[in-house]
């Protein structure tokens, strides 16, 4: 899957239906003003354990949530609006920015996005595909 506006071209994501929202690992998050809105900017790294094609984001601020992590833990987290790019179908959805540097994951997909059409088959994995290869192979063992 990708976030074509965010310049990611892929990010490993998992589908989660216990989860409303979609959820982003990114860092470095700063909340400013740009013309009397608010925006965020943050990083994304796509590839766990190195930042091999890490790239800056800024987009407006949607809302701001208070979400329960799967371990109970309520926190506040901004959300906001990117295109999403699911087995060759584009969807906007909302998507929290939040810390899932301990994940497997990079992003995980939500009920929300989900609705859109899709069905979900417990059973089969990586039905989108797997990354490239080539990017496999430029990011592995790098920290």
Same mark, same amino acid.
């Given at each position: 899957?990708?976030?074509?506006? =965010? ?5 490993? *994501?998992?589908?989660?239906?216990? +989860? ?6 990114a860092f470095?998050?700063? #909340?400013?003003? /740009? $013309? @009397?809105?608010?925006?965020?900017? %943050? /990083? ?6 190195t930042d *091999?094609? *890490? ?10 949530? =208070? ?8 926190? #506040?987290? !901004?959300?906001? !609006?990117? =295109?999403?790019? !699911?087995?060759? /179908? !584009?969807?906007?959805? $909302? ?16 009920? $929300? =996005?989900?609705?859109? &059409? %899709?069905?979900?088959?417990? +059973?089969?994995? %990586?039905? &989108? @595909? /797997? +990354?490239?290869? $080539? ?5 592995? @063992?790098?920290?």
């Amino acid at each position: 899957m990708s976030l074509p506006d =965010a310049g990611v071209d892929w990010i490993k *994501a998992k589908i989660d239906t216990g +989860a409303r929202t979609s959820s982003l690992h990114a860092f470095d998050i700063v #909340e400013f003003d /740009r $013309e @009397g809105e608010d925006w965020v900017r %943050f /990083r994304v790294n796509p590839w766990q354990d190195t930042d *091999a094609d *890490a790239t800056i984001v800024e987009c407006p601020v949607h809302d701001r949530r =208070a979400v329960r992590s799967s371990s109970g833990h309520a926190q #506040e987290r !901004l959300v906001v !609006l990117l =295109a999403i790019r !699911l087995v060759d /179908r !584009l969807v906007v959805s $909302e998507v929290t920015l939040s810390n899932r540097d301990e994940m497997g994951f990079r992003m995980l997909i939500g009920r $929300e =996005a989900l609705r859109r &059409g %899709f069905i979900v088959d417990p +059973a089969r994995s %990586f039905i &989108g @595909g /797997r +990354a490239p290869k $080539e990017a496999r192979r430029r990011n592995r @063992g790098r920290v």
